[in-house]
């Protein structure tokens, strides 16, 4: 039990700093990734990735007659990549 005891007064957070509700876990790091932070409400980022990332379901999709391809790219970020999953995702209303 003493290894644990030292986490409690500057262990992960440091004393005061996991108290509340909203508290940061990791010790009033706030800044997020390299400062830039998310804060409640605000979007994550646009992945800039996922033509290059998709570029094969992307293509199959398209050659099907789904043409939108900024619909096609969150249907594949929603259903992991899936082109069958995708489909029923963009028939269903998904992605506008």
Known sequence: ???????????????????GAGANPFGGFTGGFGGAGF???????????????FQVQLQQLQDMGFTNASQN?????????????????????GGL
């Open 1 to 19: 039990m003493q290894l644990l005891g030292g986490l409690g007064g500057g262990g992960l957070g440091g004393p005061g700093a996991g108290a």
């Open 39 to 53: 804060g409640a409400g605000s979007p994550p980022p646009a992945d800039t990735r996922a033509e290059e990332r």
């Open 73 to 93: 790219v969150r249907a594949l970020l929603a259903t992991g990549g899936n082109v069958h999953s995708a489909i029923e995702y963009i028939l269903g209303g």
